[in-house]
C-alpha cells in the first residue's frame, strides 16, 4: 500500500507543484470504501493511504512511488522493474558466493521499503538457480525480514515460463496445454454440415490460439527442435480443423491450402521483425546489446551452445544471404508538439466521387480553389512504384525533380518523400505555397503532430522553420489522371524516377520488416516447389491460398479441400479403421481421388456432363 505523504513528497522533489500537486493530492484524499459478503456490507471507512483500485492515475503514481528502488541495488547485482514485478539478479561462479550478494540487497531493499511504507511480500517471492551444469547446485538461502524465500524450478516474467536450465520446455508446455483447451472452441464451430466459413475459422485460430504460441516466441525459439515441435501439433490440428481437412492429410498440404506457414517459418518472421524494431530505435538499450556482439567468435567454436537473440539474427540474415538495408532511425520528435504550426489540409475535392465525376469539372473546381488561395506557387508531387523500383517527383511550373528510393520502399514512403522534397525545393520564399498530391492518406498522416515517422518529423520540422521565415505552407488534395496538369506532370516524373540511380537509399522499418517477411515467405515457396509425391502439389504451385477455397457453405469448403489435399473418408478412411487400402471395383485400381474424378470409366459420363478436363492440373 503506497505511503501518500511520501508520493506527494517525491512529486515535490520533482519539481511539481502548484495546481498538478494539489491535483494528485485532492484525487487521493476522502476516498471511502466498504466490504461486502454476499449482500451485507460493512461500514464505511476512510482510505488513509493507498491508491485507488481501477484508476488511470494509480498505475502512474505506483510507478511514481517506487521509482527509487533500483538504486538501492549496488553493482554487480542487476535489476529489472516492470510495474510492480521487480527482479534482482546476478551471474557468478558459486552459488553460496551469490548468496551472499544478494542478501545484502535484499537487506538493503527491506530497509527502502520500511521509509517508503511499502512491504515486499516473502509468500510471493522465489529464488531460481539458473544453471546448466550437470553437477548439483547447492540451495541458496535468502530471507525477507526474516522469512526464507521459497527456492523454485521456474519462474514466471512478464508471461514467459523460465525454468531453470533455461530450455524453455516448461514454458513450451504450458503454452502446448492452454492453447489445446483452445482448440475445443474450434471443434465447436467446426461441423461440416453447418460450421463456421473458413475465414471465420482461420480468424478464430489466428487470434484464439496463434496469438498464444507466437507470444514471446522470439525468444523461446532458441529452446531445442524436439521442444518447439510440440507445438506443432497445435498448430497443425488448428489448421486442419479450421480447413476442414481429413485426419491423415499430410501436413504440409494443410498449411498450403489454408497459407498459414508452418511455425518454424513464422517464428524466423517474428524474430527478424523485431530484430529490425529494435536495431531502428538507436535510443532503446536493447538496440546496442544486439549490436554489439563480443562474444561471437565463442559462440562460433561452442557450436552445441545456446546462440544469443542477436547472433541468431545474424545467423538467419546470412542463411538467406540477406542485410538490413539501410532504415530511417526511430526517435522523438526533434520540435515540440505544441510549437508545430498547424497543418492546413484541404480536401474539398473528395465531395466529388471520381467515378462520376468528370474531368472538366475537376479542372474548374480546381481553377476554383487556386484563384481563392492564391497561392505565390503551386507545387505537385506524386509517388510511384513499379517493378522496377520506386520513385517521387516534384513539379514547379515548368520544372521537375526527379528522386529514385530504395527498391523495397513502399508507395506511401514515396508521396511523403515527394512531400517533404517540395518543401525542400521551395524552402526560402515568402508567401502562400500549395503544395498538392493525390494521397490522402499522406496528407492526413501530416496532421497526427505526435507521428514517429521519419519522414513526417521532417515534414513538421521544415513547416517549423518555414513558417518562422515566413512562409505559409497549405496542403490541396487533388485527384489523380483527373486531367489537372501538374498533377499529370508529377505522376509521369514520378514514373520515369523509378528506373534512376537510387538518390534515397534509407528505409522505414516497416518496409524491411515486410521485406524480410517476403524473403522469409520465398524460402516456404521454394520448399514447397521442392516437394514432390505430394497429391496438391500436383494442382497447386504457390504456397498462398486460392480464392475459390473460399465459399458461402461449410460442406463445400470442406469438400473442396479434401478433394485437393486428395485425402477423403472414401480414399484414406482405412488408415483410421486399419484395413486395407481400398480398390476400385470396377478398374481393379488402387482408389484415390484422381483414379476417380479423372481415370474411372464408371463415371466418364458424369465427368462429361460437369465438364471435368481430363487434366488434373485444371
Known amino acids: 500500500m503506497v505511503w501518500r505523504y511520501k508520493l506527494l513528497d517525491t512529486l515535490c522533489l520533482w519539481g511539481i507543484n502548484g495546481n498538478i500537486l494539489m491535483f494528485i493530492k485532492n484525487f487521493l484524499d476522502n476516498r471511502k470504501f466498504r466490504v461486502r459478503i454476499g449482500t451485507t456490507y460493512s461500514n464505511q471507512h476512510t482510505q488513509r493511504n493507498g491508491l485507488p483500485q481501477g484508476s488511470i492515475l494509480s498505475v502512474l503514481l505506483f510507478k511514481i512511488a517506487i521509482d527509487g528502488i533500483t538504486r538501492y541495488v549496488p553493482k554487480p547485482v542487476k535489476s529489472i522493474l516492470f510495474a510492480d514485478d521487480f527482479t534482482i539478479y546476478l551471474t557468478v561462479d558459486s552459488v553460496l558466493e551469490g548468496q551472499c550478494m544478494l542478501q545484502r540487497v535484499l537487506d538493503n531493499l527491506t530497509q527502502w521499503s520500511l521509509n517508503n511504507g511499502l512491504k515486499f511480500s516473502p509468500d510471493k517471492s522465489k529464488c ?46 504450458d503454452v502446448r496445454d492452454r ?72 501436413i504440409v498440404s494443410i498449411n498450403v491450402e489454408a497459407g498459414e506457414p508452418p511455425l518454424f517459418y513464422r517464428r524466423r518472421q517474428l524474430t527478424l521483425a523485431l530484430y529490425v524494431q529494435l536495431t531502428s530505435k538507436i535510443t532503446n538499450p536493447c538496440c546496442k546489446i544486439i549490436s554489439r556482439l563480443p562474444l561471437e567468435q565463442r559462440y562460433n567454436r561452442a557450436v552445441r551452445a545456446t546462440r544469443p537473440f542477436g547472433l541468431r539474427c545474424k545467423d538467419l540474415l546470412a542463411q538467406y544471404n540477406l542485410s538490413v538495408p539501410t532504415m530511417f532511425p526511430l526517435q522523438q520528435h526533434a520540435i515540440a508538439p505544441w510549437l508545430s504550426p ?4 484541404d480536401s474539398s475535392l473528395l465531395k466529388y466521387p471520381k467515378n462520376s465525376t468528370p474531368i472538366t469539372v475537376y479542372k474548374q473546381y480546381f481553377l476554383e480553389l487556386e484563384n481563392h488561395m492564391k497561392p505565390r506557387y503551386v507545387v505537385f508531387t506524386d509517388g510511384s512504384k513499379n517493378s522496377q523500383g520506386c520513385g517521387a517527383a516534384v513539379a514547379i511550373r515548368d520544372r521537375t525533380y526527379k528522386f529514385r528510393l530504395s527498391t523495397i520502399s513502399s ?37 497526427h503532430m505526435y507521428s514517429r515517422h521519419p519522414i513526417v518529423q521532417n515534414i513538421h520540422a521544415s513547416l517549423y522553420n518555414m513558417k518562422n521565415e515566413g512562409t505559409n505552407v497549405i496542403f490541396v488534395w ?81 469438400v473442396i479441400a479434401r478433394l485437393r489435399i486428395g485425402h477423403t473418408r472414401i480414399t484414406h478412411g482405412y488408415l483410421m479403421s486399419r484395413n ?39
Request: charged share 20%; hydrophobic share 40%; aromatic share 8%.
Open 478 to 558: 487533388t485527384p489523380g489522371h483527373s486531367g489537372i496538369a501538374g498533377n499529370e506532370v508529377a505522376d509521369l516524373a514520378a514514373k520515369k524516377a523509378t528506373v534512376l540511380e537510387a538518390t534515397a537509399e534509407r528505409n522505414m522499418p516497416v518496409d524491411v520488416i515486410n521485406y524480410l517477411k517476403r524473403k522469409v515467405h520465398l524460402g516456404w515457396q521454394d520448399e514447397w516447389s521442392s516437394l514432390s509425391g505430394n497429391k496438391l502439389r500436383e494442382i497447386k504451385e504457390v504456397v498462398t491460398p486460392w480464392d475459390t477455397s473460399y465459399r458461402e457453405n461449410r460442406r463445400e469448403e470442406v
Open 342 to 345: 498547424p497543418i492546413v489540409v
Open 580 to 618: 486395407a487400402a481400398p480398390i476400385c471395383s470396377n478398374c481393379n485400381a488402387p482408389l484415390t481421388v484422381k483414379h476417380i474424378l479423372l481415370d474411372c470409366s464408371r463415371y466418364s459420363r458424369w465427368r462429361t456432363l460437369n465438364r471435368i478436363p481430363a487434366i488434373i492440373e485444371e
Open 179 to 250: 492453447s489445446r483447451k483452445s482448440l475445443n472452441l474450434l471443434k465447436v464451430l467446426s461441423g461440416i454440415r453447418w460450421g463456421a466459413d473458413r475465414g471465420v475459422m482461420i480468424k478464430v485460430y489466428r487470434s484464439v490460439i496463434r496469438s498464444k504460441i507466437d507470444y514471446g516466441c522470439f525468444v523461446y525459439s532458441s529452446a531445442r527442435e524436439t521442444i518447439l515441435k510440440q507445438l506443432d501439433t497445435i498448430h497443425n490440428q488448428g489448421i486442419r480443423l479450421s480447413i476442414g481437412a481429413f485426419k491423415s492429410s499430410p
Open 411 to 447: 508507395v506511401y514512403q514515396a508521396e511523403l518523400y515527394a512531400i517533404y522534397m517540395a518543401l525542400v525545393t521551395v524552402g526560402g520564399i515568402e508567401g502562400n505555397i500549395a503544395i498538392c498530391s493525390d494521397s490522402i492518406s499522406s496528407l492526413l498522416s501530416l496532421k
Open 128 to 173: 531460481v538457480v539458473f544453471s546448466r551444469l550437470r553437477r548439483h547446485q547447492p540451495v541458496p538461502t535468502l530471507h525477507i525480514n526474516g522469512v526464507a524465500i521459497s527456492t523454485a524450478n521456474s519462474v514466471r516474467f512478464l508471461g514467459l515460463i523460465f525454468d531453470k536450465t533455461l530450455s524453455w520446455r516448461t514454458h513450451i508446455q
